[in-house]
């Protein structure tokens, strides 16, 4: 058995130490002690019984060689137990204080601090991870691939001037080698979140790919919010209400902006926008424009409203335009769910995404 013991001061130590050691030895001598005397006595009160018991018998009486049988046996195991050894506790080596002192140490205690700290913010990072609804800003692109299941083309900082223009013309390469089944000539341009830069990505795409002189045309298809007429000066109507109502012939609603660049306005408002761009009209408009090899549809927000996925539905292919700080991942995998059901079909898509350091791209 090993005692030991701490106190203020190593002396205090051994102190308590031997104490408790002398402690335990004394108890247990007297508890062996306490046994015996129960044994001697309980022995001695019976042998007393039958020496007034043979004193009584007749000599030649019959219980009387029981009784003396009896008593030679009480009187050896009185003699025994009285000679019968003790069970000892003895101190083998006398307490020494350690040369260090036991506690408090604090290597031992900072490792553990360490160690438990790093576990529960393992933990704790996961949770987050787990439970937050935002893009990382470290690898955005990553995670967009990962939550839709489709290849990032590009993404465009927000920093201005050639970084900008970089991060379309690297768009503009992808879309013309993405691998899909026809030509893309038609290309809607979707987001789930209002803000999110669609109008600044169709827009931008569109002159870059007008600057190989390719014949391209924007069509504003936000017949709610319209804001390319603002951003160029050019007139909300006659625009694309017109064209699908039949009241204004598709010739007459373009407008030359740069080059081969040409834009066509949302037009006048309408009661069920969703409706119709559902219907034949605006595939028909769509095939009309013979004159364009590339026709851009910039759409309202896919969150808000159903028009978006009717437009993608019409369309060759579907860019979704990211917000890597505003968007959501369960909005975003939630409408590209919907599209899916709605469509019948999954037609190519890309996604242009932003580091997380931008805001808006549309700003």
């Known amino acids: ?17 031997a104490a408790l050691a002398d402690a335990l030895s004394t108890t247990v001598h007297d508890r062996q002690q306490a046994v015996r005397k129960e044994q001697v006595d309980a022995a001695a009160a019976e042998t007393s019984d039958l020496e007034r018991q043979l004193a009584l018998s007749a000599p030649d009486s019959g219980s009387r060689a029981a009784l003396l049988a009896r008593y030679t046996e009480l009187v050896r195991a009185t003699t025994e137990a ?11 080596s006398p307490a020494r204080a350690a040369t260090e002192p036991v506690s408090p140490t604090p290597a031992r205690d900072a490792l553990l601090t360490f160690l438990v700290s790093l576990l529960a ?6 949770v987050v991870e787990i439970l937050s ?4 800003t470290e690898h955005p692109a990553e ?12 993404e465009i900082p927000r920093a201005g001037g050639a970084e900008v223009i970089e991060g379309f013309r690297t768009l503009r390469t992808g879309l013309m080698f993405m691998s899909t089944s026809e030509r893309l000539r038609t290309l809607a341009i979707v987001s789930v979140d209002p803000g999110a830069g669609k109008t600044f990505t169709a827009l931008n795409l569109a002159r870059e790919a007008a600057a190989l002189d390719v014949p391209v045309v924007v069509i504003d298809g936000d017949l709610r919010r319209p804001i390319i007429h603002d951003r160029l000066g050019l007139p909300r109507s006659p625009g694309l209400s017109e064209a699908l109502a039949g009241t204004a012939e598709d010739a007459t609603i373009g407008h030359p902006v740069q080059g081969s660049l040409r ?7 309408v009661a069920d926008p969703a409706g119709l761009f559902g219907g034949r009209a ?12 590339l026709v851009i549809v910039d759409t309202p927000a896919g969150g808000l409203f159903a028009d978006a996925l009717a437009i993608a539905s019409q369309c060759d292919a579907t860019l979704v335009v990211v917000d890597a700080q505003s968007s959501r991942r369960r909005c975003l ?9 709605i469509s019948g079909q999954v037609r190519p898509c890309s996604h242009s995404a932003r580091p997380g350091s931008a805001a808006s791209i549309a700003r």
């Open 1 to 17: 058995m090993h005692v030991s013991g701490d106190g203020s001061s190593p002396r205090r130590a051994e102190q308590l130490a």
């Open 82 to 92: 009285r000679l019968a050894p003790f069970d000892r506790v003895d101190v083998v």
């Open 121 to 126: 913010f393992s933990l704790l990072a996961v």
């Open 133 to 136: 609804d935002r893009f990382s």
């Open 143 to 154: 995670e967009v691939a990962r939550v839709t299941g489709l290849p990032v083309l590009a």
């Open 263 to 269: 834009v066509v306005p949302a037009g006048a408002p």
């Open 282 to 293: 605006f595939r028909q408009a769509l095939d009309g424009m013979t004159w364009a090899e």
């Open 333 to 341: 995998s939630s409408q590209r769910q919907r599209a899916v059901l």
